[in-house]
């Protein structure tokens, strides 16, 4: 015989609101007072036209243009996507700047950003294309450093890298330092290295005061505190901090070989750092890029980031589909399968109270449906779940001729099918369930 035990009855579900609000996104409710170095605002800038090419996107200057409006539909007035990088040394990639940058004069609401080497030469090539910014690759480990460079060495890098800087900042531009495989570097090479930029940039205005882009470029980084330099990704954004860089000038710049991609991100961001660069729908060489889709519906939840325009993005799915590049059919928010079930007790669980297998309102957030696929597993709920979803009408599960339908798609998966049966496959037989 069961004892009794400490669970009580409740008249009201607690479904904890402040957390998982009804029309919203997650929220992230603290315990007692927010994380101390929390940023009053964080946002994401965009790295599709470099680093999503060099992961292997086709564009062409008209689809580039496309994504880059695209980005522009997305964050609106938002504020959630500020920059966009583009590269220069191509005929294609100069158009899609100069479109870029026409589109920004006429308020496009996302920056034009250009990226180049850590050269004088490639300084002096961005110098007069109207931009106010430019990247700099700035390589910051000794895998770098020591194998880049002939002679090899710290000294010459930094040497290359800051006559750069000083070319950048007299032609009148704001440096962005890309410290690349920083989460591989000494932080005897990176913390002179960025206060020798700032001791430059301090005779020129503050509109030119540096950035630094902190990048884990082969994504070994950690999101957690009490690891050792250089792998702490919080940890190496409190000490750039400590060492005098503002929050708001530091950017995170993440890939996703180890699955980390998103909770560094989140680290970063807790730690002070205020931007996050990556690509929307993680685009990017290898793993990928931070998919700042997902980046940003944290930064909301964590009430850092107003809402952008998610919904833009199912338009972006389809483009990169139509290029041959679209996401997994699993990928988080916006893959084919990623808000389909196959299982029949999670069906009957959207046939009874839909958030139960649903982590926020996904049709109103992102404009994309809940949707079940029919196998051997998902039995009457997922028939019922579908005919409600296309005809409006509910029908019992002891309806005839649903358990006709359901009896015959059975006997073919008794028969040895394999593959899933979707609506289009039913609806002539269904719909007419539903008038009868």
């Given at each position: 015989?069961?004892?009794?035990?400490?669970?009580?009855?409740?008249?009201?579900p607690?479904?904890?609101?402040?957390a998982?609000?009804?029309?919203?996104?997650?929220?992230?409710?603290?315990?007692?007072?927010?994380?101390?170095?929390?940023?009053?605002?964080?946002?994401?800038?965009?790295?599709?036209?470099?680093?999503?090419?060099?992961?292997g996107?086709?564009?062409?200057?008209?689809?580039?243009l496309?994504?880059?409006?695209?980005?522009?539909?997305?964050t609106?007035?938002?504020?959630?996507l500020?920059?966009?990088?583009?590269?220069v040394?191509?005929?294609?990639?100069?158009?899609?700047?100069?479109?870029?940058?026409?589109?920004?004069?006429?308020?496009?609401?996302v920056?034009?950003?250009?990226?180049?080497?850590?050269?004088?030469?490639?300084?002096?090539?961005?110098?007069?294309?109207?931009?106010?910014?430019?990247?700099?690759?700035?390589?910051?480990?000794?895998?770098?450093?020591?194998h880049?460079?002939?002679?090899?060495?710290?000294?010459?890098?930094?040497?290359?890298?800051?006559?750069?800087?000083?070319?950048?900042?007299?032609?009148?531009l704001?440096?962005?330092?890309?410290l690349?495989?920083?989460?591989?570097?000494?932080?005897?090479?990176?913390?002179?290295?960025?206060?020798?930029?700032?001791?430059?940039?301090?005779?020129?205005?503050?509109?030119?005061?540096?950035?630094?882009?902190?990048?884990?470029?082969m994504?070994?980084?950690?999101?957690?505190?009490?690891?050792?330099?250089?792998?702490?990704?919080?940890?190496?954004?409190?000490?750039?901090?400590e060492?005098?860089v503002?929050?708001?000038?530091?950017?995170f710049?993440?890939?996703n070989?180890?699955?980390?991609?998103?909770?560094?991100?989140?680290?970063?961001?807790?730690?002070?750092?205020?931007?996050?660069?990556?690509?929307?729908?993680?685009?990017?060489?290898?793993?990928g890029?931070?998919p700042?889709?997902?980046?940003?519906?944290?930064?909301v939840?964590?009430?850092?980031?107003?809402?952008?325009?998610?919904?833009?993005?199912?338009?972006?799915e389809?483009?990169?589909?139509g290029?041959?590049?679209g996401v997994?059919?699993k990928?988080?928010?916006?893959?084919?399968?990623?808000?389909?079930?196959?299982?029949?007790?999670?069906?009957?669980?959207?046939?009874?109270?839909?958030?139960?297998?649903?982590?926020?309102?996904?049709?109103?957030?992102?404009?994309?449906?809940?949707?079940?696929?029919?196998?051997?597993?998902?039995?009457?709920?997922?028939?019922?779940?579908?005919?409600?979803?296309?005809?409006?009408?509910?029908?019992?599960?002891?309806?005839?001729?649903?358990?006709?339908?359901?009896?015959d798609?059975?006997?073919?998966?008794d028969?040895?099918?394999?593959?899933?049966?979707?609506?289009?496959?039913?609806?002539?037989?269904?719909?007419?369930?539903?008038?009868?």
């Open positions: 015989m069961i004892s009794d035990f400490s669970v009580r009855d409740v008249p009201e607690d479904l904890f609101p402040a998982f609000p009804a029309e919203a996104f997650p929220q992230f409710v603290w315990q007692g007072e927010k994380p101390p170095h929390l940023p009053a605002q964080a946002w994401t800038t965009e790295t599709t036209h470099r680093d999503g090419q060099q992961g996107l086709p564009l062409t200057a008209e689809d580039g496309r994504i880059y409006e695209l980005m522009g539909e997305f609106g007035e938002s504020g959630a500020r920059q966009a990088e583009f590269f040394y191509r005929p294609a990639d100069r158009a899609m700047l100069e479109g870029a940058l026409e589109r920004w004069r006429g308020g496009h609401p920056e034009p950003t250009t990226w180049i080497r850590a050269t004088r030469k490639d300084a002096e090539l961005v110098a007069h294309l109207g931009v106010r910014e430019t990247g700099m690759l700035a390589s910051a480990s000794d895998y770098h450093t020591f880049k460079f002939t002679p090899g060495g710290r000294a010459q890098a930094a040497r290359t890298y800051l006559d750069a800087v000083q070319a950048v900042l007299d032609a009148g704001r440096p962005r330092l890309h690349e495989d920083a989460t591989r570097a000494p932080r005897e090479f990176i913390l002179p290295f960025v206060q020798e930029v700032q001791r430059l940039a301090q005779a020129y205005p503050e509109s030119q005061a540096p950035r630094f882009r902190l990048c884990d470029t994504g070994v980084g950690l999101p957690l505190e009490g690891v050792a330099w250089p792998r702490s990704v919080p940890g190496m954004v409190r000490e750039l901090m060492a005098g503002p929050g708001e000038l530091l950017e710049h993440p890939h070989d180890t699955h980390l991609i998103v909770a560094n991100c989140l680290a970063a961001v807790m730690a002070g750092c205020a931007a996050i660069n990556g690509t929307l729908l993680g685009k990017g060489e290898r793993s890029n931070a700042l889709e997902g980046v940003l519906l944290h930064l939840g964590m009430g850092l980031s107003a809402m952008p325009n998610f919904k833009a993005l199912n338009e972006l389809t483009l990169y589909a290029l041959g590049q997994p059919a990928y988080p928010l916006y893959g084919r399968d990623a808000h389909r079930t196959r299982a029949g007790i999670h069906a009957d669980g959207l046939n009874k109270f839909w958030p139960m297998y649903a982590p926020f309102n996904v049709p109103k957030l992102l404009g994309r449906p809940l949707e079940v696929s029919l196998t051997k597993d998902s039995g009457l709920a997922g028939l019922i779940f579908l005919i409600k979803q296309h005809t409006g009408r509910e029908l019992a599960k002891d309806h005839p001729g649903l358990q006709q339908l359901h009896a798609l059975s006997a073919e998966f028969g040895g099918r394999q593959t899933a049966v979707e609506w289009e496959e039913v609806a002539g037989r269904a719909e007419k369930l539903s008038l009868a």
